[in-house]
């Protein structure tokens, strides 16, 4: 199976900081990694599919990379609305699998 | 709208049997692969199935295969989840997800609003 590390487990940035979120792959998935947003009591939304490609209404200071093993979120100008949790996702084969999850916070 | 809702989940004793069902409307449900992630109370998301659109390929986490079983119903519109011998660890908010209809990628785009499932005596 394919492990997804991602860091850091938190993060506490100011408002307009850009925000840089990593996940590891134990093994190449060519472009098959997602990312996710979560906020507390919802259910989580899709941010970037295809590593980097962005998911219709989402908004363009959310950014993704990568490719094979190593991938990056970035946020490029921090937002109050931003608080979440922020998961990445291996969808290149099954079991698909989760990073542990990065929360995100104020300073 | 697209929407999924997710129904089924309660309170069961460990050793007991649910079913989870999740109602698709506003998109062709059959031409979509469907899944079920679930997540802990206070911890991350965990993959559990996934089946392909017309149920020809299913898949499951190991955590989870040989006790729960996934289906969909095409005519009804509908995603199935039926979990027997439930552990206490299978406590969780379940939700079930579309595959986003997109070359190369297997992302979940459209997401429940999740049920919970309780295992405890």
């Known amino acids: 199976d394919i492990q997804v590390t991602q860091s850091p487990s938190s993060l506490s940035a100011s408002v307009g900081d850009r925000v840089t979120i990593t996940c590891r792959a134990s093994?190449?998935?060519?472009?098959?990694l997602s990312w996710y947003q979560q906020k507390p009591g919802q259910a989580p939304t899709l941010l970037i599919y295809?590593?980097?490609s962005l998911q219709s209404g989402v908004p363009s200071r959310f950014s993704g990379s990568g490719s094979g093993t190593d991938f990056t979120l970035t946020i490029s100008s921090l937002q109050p609305e931003d608080v979440a949790t922020y998961y990445c996702?291996?969808?290149?084969?099954?079991?698909?699998?989760f990073g542990q999850g990065t929360k995100l916070e104020i300073k | 709208e697209v929407q999924l809702v997710e129904s089924g989940g309660g309170l069961v004793k460990p050793g007991g049997s649910l079913r989870l069902s999740c109602a698709a409307s506003g998109f062709t449900f059959s031409s979509y692969s469907m899944n079920w992630v679930r997540q802990a109370p206070g911890k991350g998301l965990e993959w559990v199935s996934s089946i392909s659109s017309s149920s020809s390929y299913i898949y499951y986490a190991d955590s989870v295969k040989g006790r729960f079983t996934i289906s969909r119903d095409n005519a009804k519109n509908s995603l199935y989840l039926q979990m027997n011998s439930l552990r206490a660890e299978d406590t969780a908010v379940y939700y079930c997800?579309?595959?986003?209809?997109?070359?190369?990628?297997?992302?979940?785009?459209?997401w429940g609003q999740g049920t919970m499932v309780t295992v405890s005596s």
């Open positions: 996702l291996q969808d290149y084969t099954t079991p698909y699998t």
């Open positions: 093994q190449g998935i060519s472009n098959g």
């Open positions: 997800a579309r595959v986003i209809a997109a070359a190369d990628t297997d992302a979940f785009d459209i």
């Open positions: 295809a590593a980097s």
